[in-house]
């Protein structure tokens, strides 16, 4: 169930765009205040509206994720610029967020086989 921000009273509603256009604050009690609205009546109303079925949390990382998702572009051109520059590590960051660089799954299997006097080291790996 996807919840979404009219679903929510107007503190609620209010509350959510603050923190989705801020990030300065270390919890819940202090976006409240922050945003003008009393910490205590949040609380009981997010909690009536979860027993409805609609979670404040949920909408709140919906959002989250959507801001974050906006700032992508502008952190994937830092990291190219730092990759053409050289940068190796950010080459590399580069290449997997573009789904160049796939992880590869391997197994090793090592064992020593011991015949006629000659001893032979194999290391075996499927890709």
Known sequence: MTTELKEFPPKLQKLARFIEENHSFKSLKEACELA????D???VTIARYKKKGNDF??????????????????IDDIVGDKALAGDMRAAELFYKRAGEIKPINKT????NQTSFKCQFDYTIVFI
Do not use: P, T
């Not at 949390?57 to 502008?74: A, F, M, Q, V, W």
């Open 41 to 43: 009546s949040v609380r």
């Open 57 to 74: 949390y949920d909408l709140l990382y919906s959002l989250l994720d959507k801001r974050n998702r906006k700032r992508l572009i502008y």
């Open 36 to 39: 003008g609205v009393n910490y």
């Open 108 to 111: 090793e299997i090592n064992f």
